[in-house]
């Protein structure tokens, strides 16, 4: 495509895309990748446990939610759902959603699995099938905001169907990652990409349709477009490697996890009324 990055492999550009081509690309990704995500991270994060990040930190120590029992919760991009399922044995109303079919048939079957059912929907982050201020609480794991080409929107959509003095909380990938090789290793210590390059990571094929996008903000970015959206920003963690802890998820581990960040939680609130 003629505009890759340095270090980027074969059918890899860096270039923009509209939401409608960020969608297609995240369905068909997920839906094809849900089997070898599960396989791979299903016991890490567990069919009824809470875990934000590859760091394995938990929201049962975290408590970035607030008091859950009773609260009307929505998980936005689920996956297969484990942290509906912990908080629904914490007595809240949960909802779990997410784009990709295939996602979600890992949320039922790990129903299924360990009992715990929860409401699952399909949808779209950038468009919430809920009403106006429906929910108490709204978060997601790694979900929906790094794919979205209008993040800002996703931020606004959230806004409206919280309650006022509603909280929103979600995790992405540490931006300072994006200067680093997606590498575990020693390669993944070398800065190649700029900071300040929001143009997003483009995966396409050979006919140049993006098969999958994932997006880059700066911190200042996403503080910018919460506040923009009405929210309150109540902290912003960058959870530490634990000592001991083994554990590679794709780009994270020890080597780089001791060094810097691998991810980043915003919690936020809606004012009250
Ligand atoms: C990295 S997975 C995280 C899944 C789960 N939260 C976890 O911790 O394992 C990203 C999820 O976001 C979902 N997703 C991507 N774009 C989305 C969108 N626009 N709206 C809702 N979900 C989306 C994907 O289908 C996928 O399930």
Known sequence: MGDEGPGDEPGVSRRPVTDAEARRASRGWWDADADAYQAEHGDFLGDVEFVWCPEGLRESTAGLLGPVVGARILELG????????????????????????????????????????????????????????????????FGAVPFVADSAAVMREVFRVLRPGGRWAFSVTHPIRWIFLDDPGEGGLLAVHSYFDRRPYVEHDPGGTPRYVEQHRTVGDRIRELVAAGFVLRDLVEPEWPAGHRQVWGQWSPLRGRLFPGTAIFVADKPPA
């Open 78 to 141: 689920a996956g297969a759902a484990a942290a509906a399922r912990w908080l629904h044995t914490r007595e809240a109303e949960v909802v779990a959603m997410d784009l990709s079919a295939g996602m979600l048939r890992h949320a039922a079957a790990a129903a299924e699995r360990s009992g715990v059912r929860v409401p699952l929907a399909q949808a779209d982050a950038l468009a919430l099938p809920f009403r106006t201020g429906s929910f108490d609480t709204v978060f997601t794991a």
